[in-house]
């Protein structure tokens, strides 16, 4: 990350970690207290409102996106779907002490993750922890029971009556999960190569 007088857009200027896959930095957009759903605007580089949560469910974990990656045509074709869901690689970190604030950045070890598919969509939800956790931090995998609650969560948090835009395909490990960073950075080095 170069040096400069203005705020890096959260998206573009900030690296995804010299040492990603493995360790990644994390864009935070959303915590587990909030009811309502924040995004970064693609353009301005803010966090904005995109919506409430429809229903009583919140975020299980901290909630963001790996800078400088891309849901583009590799992810797409990594998934087995016909396009990528055209935002940033979403990803989940679970940190023992609670973290009440967005617009952060931390840094997170990469240990899974779950192919989600959204309007047929491939939306990749990378699971990680938080570096130097105390409890979480040198964990290979989450409980099962904290893994439940994050599907859970992604497979609700779209539902409407009589339809579900969202299913998740598969549950996978680090490997994979490392192999979906990967691609998600070639699909932004492919599609932002003049990005600053």
């Not at 966090?47 to 045509?73: E, H, I, K, N, W």
């Not at 931390?106 to 491939?122: Q, W």
């Not at 609700?156 to 009589?162: D, F, R, S, V």
């Amino acid at each position: 990350m170069s040096h400069s007088a203005f705020r890096p857009h959260p998206w573009h200027g900030l690296s995804p970690g010299d040492r990603a896959p493995v360790i990644v930095t994390a864009y935070i957009e959303i915590t587990p207290f909030s009811p309502v759903k924040y995004e970064v605007d693609k353009h301005s580089g803010f966090l904005m409102v995109d919506r409430p949560q429809r229903f009583s469910a919140l975020p299980p974990t901290l909630y963001g996106f790996v800078p400088q990656t891309y849901c583009g045509a590799k992810i797409a074709a990594l998934a087995g779907t016909e396009r990528g869901d055209g935002d940033p690689l979403d990803i989940c970190v679970v940190s023992e002490r609670p973290i009440d604030r967005a617009d952060i950045i931390l840094r997170a070890r990469v240990i899974g993750g779950f192919l989600m598919v959204d309007k047929g969509e491939a939306d990749d939800k990378i699971v990680a922890v938080l570096v130097g956790d105390p409890v979480f931090g040198e964990v290979t995998a989450l409980p099962p029971a904290l893994m439940s609650r994050l599907r859970h969560y992604f497979e609700t948090y779209k539902l409407e009556p009589g339809r579900n835009p969202v299913r998740i395909d598969a549950e996978y490990g680090a490997e994979r999960a490392h192999e979906v960073v990967r691609t998600a950075m070639r699909d932004y080095a492919d599609s932002f190569s003049s990005a600053p």
